[in-house]
């Protein structure tokens, strides 16, 4: 006998399977990233160590072997429209320690192209001065504006007695033993002058004897009085 009731066929789900969730990226530590490689420097992005050498100079050319020092720095400031405009200038003494001397000024907008634009100037107008075994030969008074300098001979050991702008000239010039006193102005640019304008004064024993009409005389040579006579 039939049923009445018709059969009734399983429904069949007709949508797609969803694809299975991608795996989770791993999370570790920064080495594993190809990205960007190795950050410390070690490997895969080709950074390579990063650490960078001494410098050197560009030129190829070595440090001068002139004393150089920076006696003072002036700061100007000019008043415009927009505001105040600085400008500096700088006074620089050079020598090779050995005599020779020179004094340079420069003025820029910035304090290392004054200092550069001084220290060219000073060494176009380096002048050599007597020496006597690491002094001066005799005084000498220089003068100029309203500075001077007195510069006088020191025995061996003495050192440089002298202030700060008077120092800077000396250990140009290579001077070890010196009495100095500065008198009158004290500005900076004044002192060297007058230091420089001691300097032009010295005369060593040959050039006066020259100027004198006369010749050194040589120096007997020295008797040692422990040797007995024969």
Do not use: W, Y
């Not at 020779?100 to 907008?109: E, L, S």
């Not at 202030?163 to 009495?179: F, K, N, Q, T, Y």
């Amino acid at each position: 006998m039939a049923d009445d009731k018709a059969i009734q066929a399983p429904a069949v789900n007709t949508t797609a399977a969803a694809p299975a969730a991608a795996p989770a990226p791993h999370s570790g530590s920064r080495g594993h990233d190809n990205r960007g490689g190795d950050r410390r420097g070690g490997g895969g992005g080709g950074g390579g160590n990063r650490r960078r050498g001494p410098r050197q100079d560009r030129d190829g050319e070595g440090k001068s072997d002139l004393f150089e020092k920076v006696v003072s720095v002036n700061r100007c400031a000019k008043v415009v429209k927009g505001g105040r405009r600085f400008s500096f200038s700088a006074l620089l003494v050079v020598g090779d320690r050995n005599g020779k001397v020179g004094i340079g000024f420069g003025k820029a907008n910035e304090v290392s192209e004054a200092v550069r634009k001084a220290t060219e100037a000073a060494k176009k107008r380096m002048e050599n001065f007597p020496r006597r075994e690491g002094t001066i030969p005799h005084e000498a008074l220089g003068v100029f504006d309203g500075a001077r300098v007195l510069l006088r001979p020191a025995s061996p050991g003495t050192g440089l007695i002298a202030g700060g702008v008077v120092r800077s000239v000396i250990e140009a010039a290579g001077l070890r033993d010196v009495m100095t006193k500065s008198l009158g102005s004290s500005t900076p640019s004044n002192v060297v002058r007058a230091t420089l304008d001691a300097l032009r004064q010295l005369r060593s024993q040959d050039t006066i004897l020259k100027l004198r009409g006369r010749t050194v005389r040589a120096k007997a040579p020295k008797v040692d009085k422990t040797e007995k006579a024969v």
